[in-house]
C-alpha cells in the first residue's frame, strides 16, 4: 500500500534576521524649536538587555534623528547616514540641512526595500527658516513632514493622546516649548504604564537656533 | 559618484566597493543552526575593571562532549573578550581577531587596539553576516580599559550591540542577571559605590553555581577573567555544589 507522507514545506529556514528590541519616540515642533525623545529601554521578549540605551542620534547642531526598531539595524542605519553627512561636509565644505537629511534617510531606507531596515525613524530639526521641522518615516521609506508625531512600540498608544491635544491647533495658537515637553512627558508616563518596551528612562533634545538641551526623566522600571 | 559600480543602487555608500551578492540579490535560505554549543556568560563592571565568568564546556545537542574548551580570550593589554554559543564561529572570531593584532603588533607604532572599537568591530562582522543570512551564531562579551574607565559590551548574532555594567547571556540572563543588578543596585544605594574586585569575582563565583544547579549545558569547571588598568587575570576555577537544597526541591523524593 502506497501512502503519501506530507511533510509540508522543508523547514530550512529557522534563522531570524529580525529582533524587536522595542522603544519609542516622540517628537513635536513649534514656530522655533523642535523636540525629540526616546526611552532608554533596549529589550527583547520579557528580557531587558539595558535600562540606558537612548535611541537618539544627533547628527547636527540642527537635527536630531530618533530610531527604534530592530537595534542592530537601528546601529547600521545611523552610522551609514552619519557616515554621509561627514562626506557631505567635506565634500561641500557645509552641514546638510534638514530637508537634505529627510530625503538622504528615505532614499537610504527604500535602497533596502525588499530586505528593510526593521526601525521607525523619525528625524527633528531646524528649517532654513529656524522654524521647528519634523518628518517621520515608515521603515521602508515612506516619508512624511509633520508637526508632531510618536512611533515606535508606544507610538499606537501616544499618537492619539497627541491628536487630542494638537490636532487642532492653528498658527496663532501655537504650542509652547513648555507645553510640548510636557506632552512628551506625560505621553511617555502614560505609555509606561501601559506598553512593557517602554520605560526605565525618557531623553529629551530641545534643538533650539541656540543650541541643543537635553533632559532625563524617569519612567517606571519594572 | 560610483555610478559606475556594479549593482549601485540608490543609497549604497558612494565610496563603498561591491561586496559581493548579499541576500537582497541572493535569497537562497540556508538552514542554520549552531552544532557544538557553550551556555551563558556572564560580565559585571567594578570599580577599577571588568570581570567574565564563561565555563569550558562544549555541548553537541544534549551531549556535554568537550570538558576543556576555554571561552576567555586576551586580546591585548585593553581588552578580554568572552562567548557563547556556537564554538567553531567563537574560534573563527578568536582568530581572525588574532590576525589584527598580529597586524597591529607588526607595526610597531605603539598604538593598540581599546575594547570600544572591537566591541563596534565585532558588531560590523555580525551584522554584516546575519545580512548575508549566514550569522555566526555567538554572543560576545567585550571587556576592558578605555579613557581609565571600565567598558562591557555585547553583540549578538545579529549584531545587536550595547553597553552596560552588568551583561549576561542565555540562561543567565534569566538565572543570574538578577543576582548581578541586584548586587551592583544594592551597593550603589548602601555606599553609593561601585563593586570592587573582590566582590565582583565573589558575585560571579556566585552566580555560576547557580547557573549550575538549574542550567543542564552548564559545567563546573569555568574560568574567571578579570581586567584592570594594569592586569589581566584568567583563573581556572572548579564549583563546589552543595547539592543539599536538592531534597527542598519537591517533587523529585
Keep these: 500500500m502506497d501512502t503519501i507522507i506530507d511533510r509540508g514545506a522543508p523547514k530550512a529556514r529557522n534563522f531570524e534576521p529580525y529582533a524587536s528590541n522595542g522603544g519609542s519616540i516622540v517628537a513635536i515642533s513649534g514656530k522655533d524649536f523642535a523636540i525629540v525623545a526616546s526611552d532608554t529601554r533596549l529589550s527583547e521578549g520579557y528580557m ?40 557631505y561636509l567635506y565634500d561641500h565644505n557645509n552641514v546638510m540641512q534638514p530637508g537634505s537629511i529627510a530625503q538622504l534617510l528615505s532614499t537610504l531606507l527604500y535602497s533596502r526595500r525588499f530586505f528593510p531596515y526593521y526601525v521607525y525613524n523619525v528625524l527633528a530639526g531646524l528649517d532654513d527658516n529656524g522654524e521647528g521641522c519634523l518628518y517621520s518615516y515608515d521603515p521602508v521609506g515612506h516619508c512624511e513632514k509633520v508637526s508632531y508625531t510618536a512611533g515606535g512600540s508606544s507610538g499606537v498608544l501616544m499618537q492619539p493622546f497627541l491628536d487630542s491635544w494638537l490636532a487642532k491647533r492653528t498658527a496663532d495658537n501655537p504650542v509652547s516649548e513648555e507645553e510640548a515637553l510636557n506632552l512628551v512627558k506625560d505621553a511617555f508616563t502614560a505609555a509606561g504604564e501601559r506598553d512593557i518596551y517602554t520605560g526605565d528612562e525618557v531623553v529629551y533634545n530641545i534643538i533650539k537656533k541656540e543650541g541643543i538641551k537635553s533632559g532625563v526623566v524617569q519612567l517606571r522600571k519594572d | 559618484m560610483a555610478l559606475h559600480l556594479n549593482n549601485w543602487i540608490p543609497g549604497n555608500f558612494k565610496s563603498v566597493p561591491n561586496t559581493g551578492s548579499s541576500a537582497q540579490h541572493d535569497i537562497v535560505q540556508h538552514g542554520w543552526t549552531p ?78 587596539l581599546k575594547p570600544k572599537a572591537l566591541h ?63 548586587a551592583i543596585d544594592e551597593k550603589r544605594a548602601k555606599s553609593n559605590s561601585s563593586l570592587t574586585k573582590d566582590e565582583a569575582v565573589a558575585l560571579l563565583k556566585k552566580c555560576m553555581e547557580v547557573l549550575y ?41
Aim: proline share 2%; with cysteine.
Design chain 1, 48 to 87: 531587558i538587555y539595558t535600562r540606558k540605551q537612548s535611541k537618539l542620534f544627533q547628527l547636527s547642531d540642527k537635527s536630531v534623528l530618533g530610531c527604534t526598531g530592530c537595534w542592530c539595524d537601528t546601529l547600521s542605519l545611523t552610522n551609514i547616514v552619519e557616515t554621509q553627512l561627514k562626506s
Design chain 2, 35 to 112: 552544532i557544538t554549543t557553550t551556555t551563558s556568560v556572564l560580565g559585571v563592571v567594578f570599580d577599577s575593571g571588568v570581570a567574565l565568568a564563561a565555563d569550558t564546556l562544549t555541548s553537541y545537542g544534549s551531549m556535554a562532549c568537550f570538558g576543556n574548551n576555554p571561552r576567555i580570550l586576551t586580546v591585548n593589554k585593553n581588552i578580554i573578550v568572552a562567548a557563547a554559543g556556537e564554538y567553531s564561529d567563537y574560534q573563527f572570531i578568536r582568530d581572525t581577531i588574532e590576525d589584527k593584532i598580529t597586524t597591529e603588533k607588526s607595526l610597531n607604532d605603539g598604538i593598540s
Design chain 2, 120 to 182: 563596534t568591530w565585532l558588531s560590523r562582522v555580525l551584522y554584516n553576516r546575519r545580512t548575508k543570512m549566514k550569522p555566526l551564531w555567538s554572543t560576545f562579551l567585550v571587556a576592558g580599559i578605555q579613557n581609565d574607565k571600565p567598558f562591557l559590551g555585547e553583540i549578538d548574532k545579529l549584531g545587536t550591540a550595547f553597553a552596560d555594567e552588568q551583561i549576561a547571556s542565555g540562561y543567565g540572563a534569566y538565572l543570574a542577571l538578577p543576582l548581578l543588578r541586584k
Design chain 2, 213 to 253: 544547579y538549574r542550567d543542564a549545558r552548564s559545567h563546573d569547571k569555568y574560568q574567571i577573567g578579570v581586567i584592570t588598568k594594569d592586569s589581566i587575570e584568567i583563573q581556572d576555577l572548579t564549583l563546589k555544589p552543595n547539592w543539599e537544597v536538592a531534597k527542598f526541591v519537591q517533587g523529585y523524593e
